[in-house]
């Protein structure tokens, strides 16, 4: 912003700018698109009967997942929070334990925590990436935590630390192998918070496979949505049927006797959900396609632009661009609330990034490394409509 | 049995008189019935985008079931366990409490309360309603616990008792108000798990809405499904709106900023299975008709039968009839698993009850009173086919 520019006029700079980009009328943050199968999936879900988990669209809702990303097992649950929470029990996450994560991120990474009976640790984000920092990780590890009998344990609480939740922020891939290289020189279990990240890639390889347990969502904002589902990826067979055997109430197989051999959960995706899914995947290349054309009209429409920058991906990140973002410089970033205020009420759909997480009040006592990128990030960050029929069907 | 029949001529004469009523071919255990609007609203709610829990059929659902249950508030959520689990959060259950219900139950009921990080407590039920004792219940409080600083709590392991959760065992109601007196008379809040009771009264009060809160399930094998989902019942406009901000994780309200003021789940049912089930329930009336119809059926087929007796709803319940029954009379008891392989083997799905819960791994260490009722029936109760579709629709 230059100083000549009042708030008033950058909010309408950027409604015009936008508005070059998303038309007229309103244009909400991120609606799905339903241009595929979907009808034809569900109905013939609902024809089979079998609607709840037990359905065959539960499997190949998992089949294609295990194609999209390479990972060799999926597991299809209710919804990113529950992929989580499970993933961190199977990461050995136990009660009383630390779990390290950004503090910029959604707070189901840090509820997941918490629902394992787990203690949030927060760490700051690499101003590029938007997600966890491993040089600020490692070194963060060297000052705080020692190792006791082979597990890490951070000398402030004496509590344990088990593992580390990267998060793919907006879609954009973390530095997740730098990270795992982290977690493994500290003995901690890496569980990929891929929730937003579907169809991304790093260095080839798609996000949440990094680490033991990968994480995805299906919310109704996500690329691919089952209305509100989840999934659990891993290499581990062993993780794999025990994710299966956890989110089945623990029931072990039989004809017919109810014996559940461990405290169990209902966390398994309906096939009425998983129907929806299959027809969603079935469009994923287009719509990440899509999403990236909205990114070079974006920063077409913001060339010239001194107030801000298009947020793009590293050189090792093929992003899926789930949202969008406008990253303010820092004297803009002073009337970020006013901007909001205006852009939204011009009928477009505009968000901050979340509250970091350590700032909220339940995970206010909860111990984190210093943040400086984090807080000047969570001031500066403007999320922009990013949904798939913004743009044109790609053609061929 | 009589003295003179074989356990297998037993088997065969159960599949007799079974087939008397399903007919010819392969009947299972209960599968759904989709004949009302389901395909004609799946298909609205994905016309609408609005698949996920912001979705009006959510509401919609809701007031189905408000006018259906007689209940202030409903609250639609992922499924049965979690309304269980959520339910036990906002009576006040707090890691390391007891919670009592009954062993003979389905494990969801004992690993809500695992969720909530407390202990459950088994109590014998009653021969007749299958479910709570409330004798028993009061018997076994005044021996076994003291009020301290107004909480009732476990002497044996000073463990602090916080509610008790009846459970309409099979769709038939149990002595809730009875139990409701004695939970006041030990300062225990009632959450009532009526996941297999929706269509179900007790002295004309419907089953979930006696308790401070109540919990439905909508599963695959429920009498009215969403695929997967639940719901929490109440008369609390408190508690509702207490259900409503924990289940979607906390958040406060606000036009754009992501404050969530306490650890919250991700738990609301997403639109696209509230629309199945809105359909679902436009047809409860005409399920529960069809189950009372099935049992009369049950009736006249075991008519003379000297080994067991179809159970029947106890004079002050209205019962749904969600799994019928057979109770083996106690010698024929002891060929049930035999009973159970040859008459699945004839293409009927029978099951036994589940196995009690203090008898499974992971509750083997709880509390409990002596449980002679529950272990004489879960030696003796078969459940039968019970789908809706094997009786004809009603006339008129």
Redesign the interface.
């Known amino acids: 912003m230059t100083n000549t520019t009042s708030p008033a006029d950058l909010a309408d700079e950027i409604v015009q700018r936008l508005r070059t980009v998303v038309g007229p009328g309103r244009a909400h943050l991120h609606?799905?698109?339903?241009a595929g199968n979907?009808?034809d999936y569900?109905?013939e879900c609902?024809e089979s009967?079998?609607?709840?988990?037990?359905s065959p669209f539960v499997q190949r809702f998992e089949d294609l997942l295990r194609e999209i990303t390479g990972a060799e097992h999926a597991v299809a649950v209710?919804?990113?929070?529950?992929a989580l929470h499970l993933s961190l029990v199977l990461a050995g996450v136990e009660?009383g334990d630390e779990v390290l994560m950004p503090s910029l991120s959604?707070?189901?990474t840090a509820?997941a925590a918490?629902?394992a009976?787990a203690v949030p640790h927060f760490v700051d984000v690499d101003t590029r990436t938007l997600g966890l920092d491993p040089m600020a990780l490692r070194e963060h590890l060297e000052q705080s935590t020692s190792r006791v009998d082979g597990v890490c344990v951070n000398q402030d609480t004496g509590r344990v630390i088990r593992a580390v939740v990267p998060m793919h922020t907006f879609g954009h891939a973390v530095q997740v192998d730098a990270l795992v290289e982290v977690a493994d020189d500290f003995g901690l279990v890496v569980v990929e918070d891929a929730a937003e990240a579907l169809g991304t890639t790093y260095k080839g390889r798609h996000a949440g496979t990094f680490g033991a347990l990968g994480t995805l969502s299906f919310?109704?904002?996500k690329t691919v949505?089952?209305?509100?589902g989840g999934a659990i990826l891993t290499n581990d067979g062993a993780l794999a049927a025990r994710a299966r055997h956890l989110s089945t109430?623990?029931?072990v197989p039989h004809?017919?006797?109810?014996?559940?051999?461990?405290?169990?959960?209902?966390y398994?995706?309906?096939?009425?959900?998983a129907a929806?899914g299959c027809a969603q995947l079935e469009q994923l290349d287009g719509f990440v396609q899509r999403k990236r054309t909205l990114v070079d009209r974006y920063r077409s429409a913001f060339e010239g632009f001194s107030a801000g920058v298009i947020r793009e991906e590293e050189p090792e990140c093929h992003s899926n661009y789930w949202l969008q973002a406008l990253i303010l410089e820092p004297s803009a970033a002073l009337h970020r609330d006013m901007i909001?205020e205006e852009v939204?009420d011009a009928g477009l759909g505009?968000?901050?990034?979340?509250?970091l997480l350590h700032r909220?009040?339940?995970f206010s006592d909860a111990p984190r490394a210093s943040t400086p990128v984090s807080e000047s990030l969570e001031r500066r960050i403007i999320n922009l409509p990013s949904s798939v029929f913004l743009t044109p069907e790609p053609v061929g």
Do not use: Q, Y
């Open positions: 609606e799905p698109h339903f979907e009808r569900v109905l609902i009967t079998f609607i709840s988990s037990v209710v919804n990113g929070t529950a009660p959604f707070v189901a509820n918490a629902h009976g919310n109704g904002n949505t089952t209305g509100g109430t623990a029931k004809r017919w006797a109810f014996v559940h051999d461990s405290v169990g959960w209902n398994r995706m309906p096939g009425l959900n929806l909001l939204n505009v968000r901050p990034c979340w509250t909220l009040a339940p």
